[in-house]
C-alpha cells in the first residue's frame, strides 16, 4: 500500500477544492459569531464553546447537533482560531440527545417505517464527529459531571479531555436498545482505553468515575471542578501560542494514520516534518535556541 493511496498530505486537488469552496461562499466571521444553539466566546486565539442547557444538563438536539457540525466544518477556514475549548454550563458537560426533542421523534420515525429520516439522523451526528476531527485547531474538551451517551462522544472525539472527580462518563447506548456502534465510538475509544475497556463501556452502558476514567487514559488529567473549565483555557491557550501550524499537522496524522501500515505511517511524517520545516516557527525555534530564550512562534 502506497501513501499515495491515502492522499493525506497531497494538497494539490485539496488546495483547489478549498480555493472554491472559499469563492462560492462567505465564510464565517468568529469574531462576531453568534451561534442560536450554544455560546461563544472567543479570547485571542482560543475560543470556547458552551453547551447552555443547565436545567437539563445540557442535552442536544437537532438543531445543535447541525449547528456544531457547520461550525466544526467552519473552522478550518478560521485562521485566527488556534485552539478551542469545549464544554457544559452548570456544572455538567452534556447528557446526550434530549429525551424529548431527540429520542421521541426518532421513534416516530421508527413506528411510521422511515428509514430514510433515521440515517438521515444518524449519518448528520456522525457527521459532527468528522468534521471535529478534521479541523485544524486541538479541541480541548473539560468535563464536569453528566458527560452521557452523545455527550460521551463529544468528549472521546476532542484532542485532549480534562475531567474532574465528579465527572461519570458513558456511553449508554445499549441502555435505550442501541448498539456501541454510535459516532465512531468502535473505532476511537479503542484507541484510547484499550479494546477490552471499550468492550466493558460499549457493551453495557456503564459509568466511568472520573478517577477511573483517568486511570483508563480517557481523561489527560482530574481537576477540581470549579477550575477545570480554567485549566482546559489555560492549556489551550498553551497549544495557540505554540506552532500551530505543526499542532494541525500532529492532529492531521493522528487521525489519517489509523487507517495505515506502519511504513505508510513512517512516509506519511516524514512529509509532514519536511513542511513543518519550511515554516518561520522552524527558524524562530533554531534561533531562539542559540540565543537561550523561549520561542515565540506564530503559527507560519
Request: glycine share 8%.
Amino acid at each position: 500500500m502506497r501513501v499515495a493511496q491515502h492522499r493525506p498530505f497531497d494538497n494539490t486537488s485539496a488546495n483547489a477544492r478549498t480555493m472554491a469552496l472559499a469563492h462560492d461562499r462567505k465564510r464565517v466571521d468568529f469574531s462576531a459569531y453568534a451561534p442560536k444553539h450554544f455560546r461563544w466566546q472567543l479570547d485571542g486565539k482560543v475560543a470556547t464553546i458552551t453547551l447552555d442547557r443547565p436545567e437539563r444538563k445540557n442535552p442536544l438536539t437537532f438543531e445543535s447537533y447541525a449547528e456544531l457540525r457547520d461550525m466544526f466544518r467552519e473552522l478550518a477556514y478560521a485562521e485566527a482560531v488556534k485552539a478551542v475549548v469545549l464544554c457544559g454550563s452548570g456544572g455538567n458537560f452534556c447528557s446526550g440527545g434530549d429525551v424529548h426533542e431527540i429520542i421521541g421523534p426518532l421513534v416516530a420515525m421508527q413506528e411510521t417505517g422511515d428509514v430514510g429520516g433515521l440515517l438521515d439522523f444518524t449519518r448528520m451526528t456522525g457527521d459532527l464527529v468528522k468534521a471535529m476531527r478534521a479541523c485544524p485547531q486541538p479541541i480541548v474538551a473539560a468535563v464536569d459531571g453528566v458527560c452521557a451517551g452523545a455527550g460521551a462522544i463529544l468528549a472521546m472525539a476532542s484532542d485532549l479531555r480534562l475531567g474532574t472527580s465528579r465527572s461519570k462518563v458513558a456511553f449508554l447506548f445499549v441502555r435505550v436498545g442501541l448498539a456501541g456502534a454510535d459516532m465512531g465510538a468502535c473505532n476511537i475509544l479503542p484507541r484510547i482505553v484499550g479494546a477490552g475497556r471499550a468492550a466493558e463501556l460499549l457493551y453495557t452502558g456503564r459509568s466511568m468515575t472520573g478517577d477511573e476514567a483517568e486511570r483508563w487514559g480517557f481523561f489527560n488529567r482530574i481537576a477540581a471542578p470549579e477550575v477545570v473549565i480554567g485549566e482546559s483555557t489555560a492549556l489551550a491557550h498553551d497549544l495557540a501560542r505554540g506552532p500551530t501550524f505543526a499542532h494541525a499537522m500532529t492532529k492531521k496524522c493522528i487521525h489519517a494514520e489509523w487507517s495505515m501500515q506502519i511504513d505508510d505511517a513512517i512516509e506519511a511524517e516524514a512529509q509532514a516534518q519536511a513542511l513543518c520545516m519550511q515554516t518561520k516557527d522552524y527558524g524562530r525555534a533554531y534561533r531562539a535556541f542559540l540565543d537561550k530564550r523561549k520561542p515565540e512562534f506564530e503559527g507560519d
